[in-house]
């Protein structure tokens, strides 16, 4: 009885005695026995469309970040202790990726996310207010790939767990990072995570009390970036294509006006302007400062007029950023049923 009480509490599975008695009363193998029947049995819902969810913030001092996003069925599962602490092992465990070069976003493959190890969900604690990056059984946790904590998960829960993306920003030699979680669910857990690198001019090294105050500007403008969807960090970092076919959808709509073409070119160069300042962070205005742009703030604050963290008079500038929103660009096929339809149909009875 012993043995099935821990096999219980471990697994979360309801078994009987017949499982360990066919693994010859060794707990282990019939704690894989139960795995692989779970893992079957999330396989069943893995068709069902998972839009929720959470996404998961770790940060390595103001050095690096990652940001994984995990899907579930419904905000129910999403806002279980269960379900954080899984999001905040796997944001945790993408620290170990390597950033990109010059301190730039980078996205991870889906083979760097499924070799990433995480503690096995068997040893979350029950302690929901615990629930978070690093809030599983620690080092002394068996680890197993991220990919195959998510089917753990799964089998508990009864839903569609799946592992959407990671990304990593890692800032360039002497530059720092901050990041910010909108409508948090916990310690780096909510459901837009946002980060921002920067760095001085010419990869100057920050000072100690300079860098305090480049990762608080880093986190304010993380803040921003949540707030406001900047697309790209300037102009210039724009695709010639995007670029191209933003004029010409501009052309179009004032060539009906009938004006003369060099005063359409004057009026489609004032309306990519606007365009950028929309969709470019250095041109959009700054969210806890509308007077200023980004690209002011920058400028004034290495002049010293925004607190300090300024190199020798020149502006940090931004090397990258992300913006991670759960369920983005995700939508349910037509005629694909979501958890709450499907129970539904099974409470009235239809297959």
């Not at 096995?120 to 029950?126: A, G, H, L, N, V």
């Not at 990519?272 to 205005?285: I, N, P, S, V, Y």
């Not at 990258?320 to 005629?335: H, I, K, M, S």
Request: glycine share 14%.
């Amino acid at each position: 009885m012993a043995l099935i009480k821990e096999l219980r509490e471990k697994s979360g599975a309801p078994i009987s005695d017949s499982c360990l008695a066919s693994s010859g009363w060794a707990l282990d193998a019939a704690y894989d026995a139960l795995r692989k029947k779970g893992l079957a049995a999330a396989a069943k819902s893995a068709s069902r469309h998972a839009a929720d969810g959470l996404v998961g913030l770790a940060l390595a001092g103001s050095e690096k970040a990652a940001v994984v996003e995990v899907n579930s069925e419904t905000d129910f599962v999403g806002r279980s202790a269960l379900f954080r602490q899984l999001v905040g092992e796997g944001a945790r465990a993408a620290l170990r990726l390597d950033g990109a070069a010059g301190g730039a976003a980078r996205e991870a493959t889906g083979d760097e996310l499924a070799a990433l190890p995480v503690p096995s969900p068997s040893s979350y604690s029950d302690d929901a207010e615990a629930a978070g990056p690093g809030s599983g059984g620690g080092d002394a946790a068996p680890l197993v790939p991220l990919p195959d904590a998510c089917a753990e998960v799964a089998a508990k829960v009864r839903e569609n767990i799946k592992l959407r993306r990671g990304f990593v920003l890692a800032a360039a030699p002497g530059g720092v990072v901050g990041g910010y979680v909108h409508m948090a669910a916990g310690p780096g857990l909510g459901r837009i995570a946002s980060v921002v690198a920067l760095a001085a001019p010419g990869g100057a090294p920050l000072q100690q009390d300079q860098a305090a105050a480049a990762a608080q500007l880093a986190t304010n403008l993380a803040m921003h970036v949540a707030g406001l969807r900047p697309q790209y960090i300037d102009l210039s970092a724009v695709p010639e294509t995007v670029l191209e076919a933003e004029r010409q959808l501009l052309l179009e709509q004032a060539a009906g006006s009938g004006k003369p073409q060099a005063v359409l070119d004057k009026m489609v160069a004032g309306r990519l302007t606007k365009w950028a300042q929309e969709m470019c962070l250095l041109d959009q205005r700054y969210l806890l400062d509308d007077a200023l742009t980004v690209r002011q703030l920058l400028q004034q604050q290495g002049a010293g007029k925004q607190g300090g963290g300024g190199v020798g008079g020149g502006a940090l500038e931004v090397t990258g950023f992300l913006r991670v929103q759960v369920g983005e660009g995700l939508e349910a096929a037509e005629g694909a049923k979501d958890f709450a339809a499907e129970v539904a149909e099974m409470a009235g009875g239809r297959s």
